[in-house]
Nanobody, 123 residues
Framework: QVQLVESGGGSVQVGGSLRLSCAAS????????MGWFRQAPGKEREFVAA????????YYAESVKGRFTISRDDPKNTVYLQMNSLKPEDTAVYYC????????????????WGQGTQVTVSS
């Protein structure tokens, strides 16, 4: 069955870095655009970053642009989110998701979702 399993979350101090991974199985990974979303306590889930099926183009929310980098490794069926210069407002549960069509900022375009991994940034 389809699975997306995130890992790499944890607690880090302001200015620190984390790399999230999302391992996919049960579908043809290379045919899907991939995205990362996050949900902070008391807030709606929001777009963070996305990458096209080819990996040739990436897209970011303004709040993370220049600090986060999304990448994919198709032979490993894995998408990554490198997060640098972390801020307290980056604290959230981070989800990866798979989109069978073109890359999108919108959650409704994503068919498959992981269970999420917690990232906590403290000052």
């Amino acid at each position: 069955q389809v699975q997306l399993v995130e890992s790499g979350g944890g607690s880090v101090q302001v200015g620190g870095s984390l790399r999230l991974s999302c391992a996919a199985s049960g579908f043809t990974f290379s045919r899907y655009a991939m995205g990362w979303f996050r949900q902070a306590p008391g807030k709606e889930r929001e777009f963070v970053a996305a990458i096209t099926r080819s990996g040739g183009s990436t897209y970011y929310a303004e709040s993370v642009k220049g600090r986060f980098t999304i990448s994919r490794d198709d032979p490993k069926n894995t998408v990554y989110l490198q997060m640098n210069s972390l801020k307290p407002e980056d604290t959230a549960v981070y989800y990866c998701a798979a989109n069978p069509a073109a890359v999108s900022y919108y959650q409704r375009h994503y068919d498959y979702w992981g269970q999420g991994t917690q990232v906590t940034v403290s000052s």
